[in-house]
């Protein structure tokens, strides 16, 4: 039942959950660099405030590019073990590496220090984000499947933001300094990201064509062939249905036709109807007896006049 209710449909859970794992170091990851590192550097580490403010705002805005760049990259990547796979294998360690040079960053290092480890975390996580990302809309192609997964892959998420937390707050408990509590989420983040990366290697699976492409059943759609056949037959019923009420109209037309027919019908042989025509018989007798009357008297008169003319000659 659990599956049911929490894995996306046609994506069961002990796919799913290990692929949302990866969230779980990036989610971390964000909370301790954008919050705690830059006090980190300040206070504990005597860099000015100026010099980290100036390297950061270089570094985002080098990454804005480097995203694009790095996702027409993944867009024609090919390679024997998949499209994503290979950037999260490429990503882990540089990422890795790069926070352990800046959560345990030697005192008073120099700006050039902090903007090269701070721009290759950068290029890490971006490279980690937008595989995993680009890789999620691939594993769940259909709509409902893939909110379900983005669904849980932000749930995940949400525990290793909690994670990281936990670990910055609750080292003053185990009497660790505050310097001492930011070396340890750093090295939380370093042991978990390539737990989470492994996970989804090892747990997801990537069908790769002979040229390299993923595979386009995986962007098939079972549901559309079923959702096509359903339009059309609900076009057809449609159709029908427009048929069947013109011919029903047409129906009941002839119907009334044949009605109104059948009281003519009627009409003519009630004995009013007969009287009627015998009142207007009489009429039309006089009238045809007046014409013929008109028609004599004009014959009379042409006769007189031709007996007139001729005794004037």
């Not at 024609?76 to 950037?87: D, E, K, L, N, S």
């Amino acid at each position: 039942m659990a599956d049911r209710q929490t894995a996306p449909r046609g994506l069961p859970l002990r796919i799913a959950l290990p692929f949302s794992v990866p969230t779980i170091p990036l989610s971390a990851l964000g909370l301790a660099v954008a919050v705690y590192l830059p006090n980190y550097f300040a206070s504990h580490l005597a860099v000015s405030m100026v010099t980290i403010g100036l390297v950061w705002m270089s570094v985002r805005l080098l990454d804005l590019p480097v995203d694009v760049i790095l996702a027409g990259f993944m867009d024609h990547t090919r390679t024997a073990i998949g499209r994503y796979r290979v950037w999260l294998i490429v990503g882990a360690p540089i990422t890795m590496i790069a926070l352990y040079k800046l959560f345990m960053a030697p005192v008073g290092f120099s700006g050039s220090y902090l903007f090269w480890w701070l721009a290759a975390l950068a290029l890490g996580t971006s490279i980690l984000s937008l595989a995993h990302q680009a890789w999620s809309a691939t594993l769940a192609p259909q709509y409902d499947e893939r909110s379900r997964l983005f669904g849980l892959i932000n749930a995940v998420g949400v525990l290793g933001t909690l994670a990281a937390m936990v670990v910055l707050i609750g080292a003053p408990a185990l009497h660790l300094s505050d310097a001492a509590s930011v070396q340890a989420c750093g090295w939380f983040i370093i042991a978990v990201a390539p737990i989470g990366v492994l996970l989804a290697l090892l747990r997801t699976p990537e069908r790769i064509t002979a040229d390299g492409e993923a595979e386009r059943a995986e962007r098939h759609d079972p549901g559309d062939e079923d959702r096509q056949e359903r339009n059309r037959l609900q076009h057809v019923d449609a159709h029908a249905a427009e048929r069947d009420a013109e011919c029903e109209q047409g129906e009941r037309d002839r119907q009334s036709e044949n009605g109104r027919r059948e009281q003519l019908c009627q009409d003519e042989r009630t004995p009013r109807h007969r009287a009627r025509a015998f009142q207007q018989q009489p009429a039309l007798t006089a009238f045809d007896r007046d014409a013929d009357s008109e028609s004599k008297q004009r014959d009379a008169d042409r006769a007189k006049g031709a007996v007139r003319r001729q005794q004037i000659g």
